[in-house]
């Protein structure tokens, strides 16, 4: 016979049926709520690899015509499956730039020699998490 979620078993004290009672649930509810918390605690540190600063900065203008390029990101980036490239403004095509050992974990570098004019950084940054993230750096060079 079922009582009050309990089930009585011959005149024999009550045994937990297969409801819980409200202590039960009060404990075992906020345990579960926290280990759910922790197991994605990992998960979300894991973040997009953001820009943090890059040389040249945006709208900079440097002096060339042999320029540093060096990108600097919040978390580890993959290098080798991450691009970096410089492109003439206008539509004029590539500039020949050359990849250099990645400096940090958290870096992509390069160098080029450019002629005065306008140019753009375009870079594309594989996160270890395996998150991609792109973007332009806009620079002049005189």
């Known amino acids: 016979m079922v009582m009050g979620g309990f089930r009585i078993v011959s005149g024999a004290a ?17 345990a ?7 197991l994605a ?13 890059s040389t040249p900065v ?8 042999n320029v540093v390029i060096e990108l600097r990101f919040n ?6 499956h991450s691009t970096l490239s410089i492109e003439a403004a206008g539509g004029s095509g590539p500039a020949e730039m050359v990849r ?21 950084i375009q870079w594309q940054a594989l996160s270890t998490d395996g998150h991609i ?3 332009e750096i806009p620079f002049s060079v005189q």
């Open 14 to 30: 009550p045994v937990a049926g297969s409801r819980m009672n409200g202590v039960t649930a009060k404990r075992v509810v906020p």
């Open 100 to 120: 250099d050992a990645q400096h940090t974990e958290t870096s992509l570098n390069g160098h080029a020699t450019l002629r005065p004019g306008n140019y753009v």
């Open 75 to 80: 978390s580890r980036v993959d290098s080798q």
């Open 41 to 53: 605690l990992p998960r979300l540190a894991l973040a997009h690899a953001l820009l943090e600063s």
């Open 58 to 65: 945006a709208h900079a203008t440097v002096h060339g015509p």
């Open 133 to 135: 993230t792109r973007g």
């Open 32 to 38: 579960l709520l926290l280990g759910c918390f922790v």
